[in-house]
């Protein structure tokens, strides 16, 4: 224990001095998201690929083509290549849908870390296209997950 202690007064000297500095969070994200290297949607750990939850290509407003939230880590997830490619520019509750159609209640399927980083993201996009108020959003008549989706098609 106290060879712990002692590591972390060094570090905390080195970080305060300027010897050592903080890594950027991408390090620590994509440490984290290789730990557990399969595909966030299916769980294969077959040809994987980094994919955006949120589709890079989204266009919000002009500035989404830098923004972090949008091109960042924390929209990244590992995806094997057959997921990654049906799910193109679908939102994650249009995905699973069309991914599992026997599914009735196919949102309760989705692995909870990746519908946070979703939400986390999408929550943002709504922000910035001034939709967060607005309710049946893709007008089938029902208030349901997928009128979260629809802020993906509507901006194109």
């Known amino acids: ?9 060094e570090t905390f000297q080195y ?26 949607y299916c769980g294969s750990t077959e040809e994987l690929v980094k994919e955006h939850i949120v ?23 590992w995806a094997c290549r057959t997921c990654n490619s049906l799910k193109g520019t679908k939102g994650l509750y249009e995905f699973f849908r069309a991914r599992w159609p026997g ?3 196919y949102y309760d ?5 990746l519908e946070k980083k979703y939400l ?16 049946d959003l893709n007008g089938d008549g029902e208030i349901d997950v997928l009128d979260i989706d629809f802020i993906l098609h509507s901006f194109w």
Request: aromatic content about 4%.
């Open 15 to 40: 970080l305060k001095s300027g010897i050592k500095s903080w890594s950027e969070i991408t390090r620590e994200d994509w440490q984290l998201v290789e730990a557990e290297k399969r595909c966030a």
């Open 120 to 135: 986390k993201t999408i929550f943002n996009c709504h922000e910035c296209a001034d939709t967060l108020e607005k309710v």
């Open 1 to 9: 224990m106290q060879t712990h202690s002692i590591f972390v007064k």
């Open 55 to 77: 589709p890079r290509s989204l266009r919000v407003r002009p500035e989404c083509e830098n923004c972090d939230t949008i091109q960042g880590i924390h929209n990244q997830v």
């Open 103 to 105: 599914e009735r209640k």
């Open 109 to 113: 399927i989705i692995p909870p870390l």
